[in-house]
């Protein structure tokens, strides 16, 4: 990190608190150019992020905290800001990710919880403060997979194998958009979700892609996580758990088995950008961490596609002439029972 970056946060921290008194720890970064410190001030601790402003831009950030803050999503509060530099100085959620408290015994319960805080979240009335996730941008993200991980297998596809892709793009993007519209965090999963000392609610961070989308989204986000896998039976459990919650209007012609392949169908969507998203940042980024889940995001999309005759053409594409070369380059995932 240059010195001069350095040099502005410590001036800016010391102007906020109006004191130099303070230790700042940087932490691990994330798949982005914002980096995080930790800064200790007093007994208190804050945190600072830091978003260079011709890398990352905050005000989205900002905007959608203040909104959510209002409309009593727990997110952190935002004690300081200045967007002109990109630094926001924020309450201190703590070190606990809800990642690390999940297993066999605890997962239903923090499931629940998480699912509880959605279904509120899909309360509020987003229209005209989020982007749409529209047709277009459910297309382009899919796209990732032939931009990005179809090349790095060295898979050029015919003319007959472009257009069936489309074709199979086309009915999961026209799946998504004809589900109830309604908030989408866009990355609610283990690893945004945390557990502030003292409070039932989940914390929620990493929110500053939101969108107006499906209302399937952020549940398989949780449950069919990239980074965390549980048994499919189980995951549909979850489901139904979800569907039970959501209000009248979201259950209107579309019973649970309706929602269930809505919520496939979204979840297959999503796997298809994440294979793409996850071989870019390795080969535009040079970011290797993420190759490692790559084989159990596959194995969820053809274990979850299994059933639907819509994308059987697809996935026998898949099968045949790119799971060989895949599983030669990011390796073979192996089942948890």
């Not at 926001?88 to 066999?104: K, P």
């Amino acid at each position: 990190m240059n010195i001069q970056r350095e040099q502005l946060i410590q001036s800016w921290i010391t102007s906020v608190l109006g004191s130099d008194k303070f230790e700042i720890n940087y932490l691990a970064g994330d798949a982005s150019f914002r980096r995080y410190a930790r800064i200790h001030f007093n007994n208190k601790s804050f945190m600072l992020m830091d978003a260079p402003p011709d890398k990352e831009d905050c005000a989205p950030f900002v905007t959608i905290d203040e909104f959510f803050h209002e409309n009593g999503v727990r997110v952190p509060q935002i004690i300081s800001k200045d967007l002109t530099q990109g630094f926001l100085l924020l309450e201190d959620f703590g070190d606990i990710l809800l990642s690390t408290l999940l297993n066999d015994e605890t997962v239903d319960l923090y499931y629940e919880q998480s699912f509880k805080q959605l279904i509120q979240l899909q309360q509020i009335d987003g229209i005209g403060s989020f982007p749409e996730y529209s047709y277009e941008k459910l297309i382009s993200e899919m796209e990732l997979l032939t931009d990005w991980m179809l090349p790095s297998l060295q898979i050029k596809p015919t003319s007959d194998e472009l257009a069936l892709i489309k074709r199979t793009f086309a009915i999961l993007a026209n799946a998504a958009v004809a589900q109830p519209q309604v908030i989408v965090h866009r990355d609610y999963h283990s690893r945004n979700l945390m557990k502030v000392e003292g409070e039932t609610d989940l914390g929620v961070i990493d929110f500053q892609d939101a969108v107006i989308g499906a209302d399937t989204y952020d549940l398989i986000s949780i449950t069919r996580d990239a980074y965390v896998q549980w048994n499919a039976d189980r995951v549909y459990s979850w489901f139904k758990l979800f569907y039970d919650m959501l209000p009248e209007a979201s259950k209107e012609d579309r019973d649970f088995d309706q929602f269930k392949k809505d919520a496939d169908f979204m979840a297959i969507q999503r796997h298809l950008k994440i294979l793409g998203i996850f071989v870019r940042l390795f080969e535009r980024d040079g970011k290797s961490g993420y190759l490692k889940d790559l084989p159990r995001v596959m194995w969820y999309l053809i274990e979850e596609s299994k059933a639907y005759d819509e994308l059987k053409p697809f996935m026998q594409y898949i099968e045949e002439k790119v799971m060989p070369k895949f599983e030669e380059k990011y390796g073979k995932y192996e089942v948890v029972a």
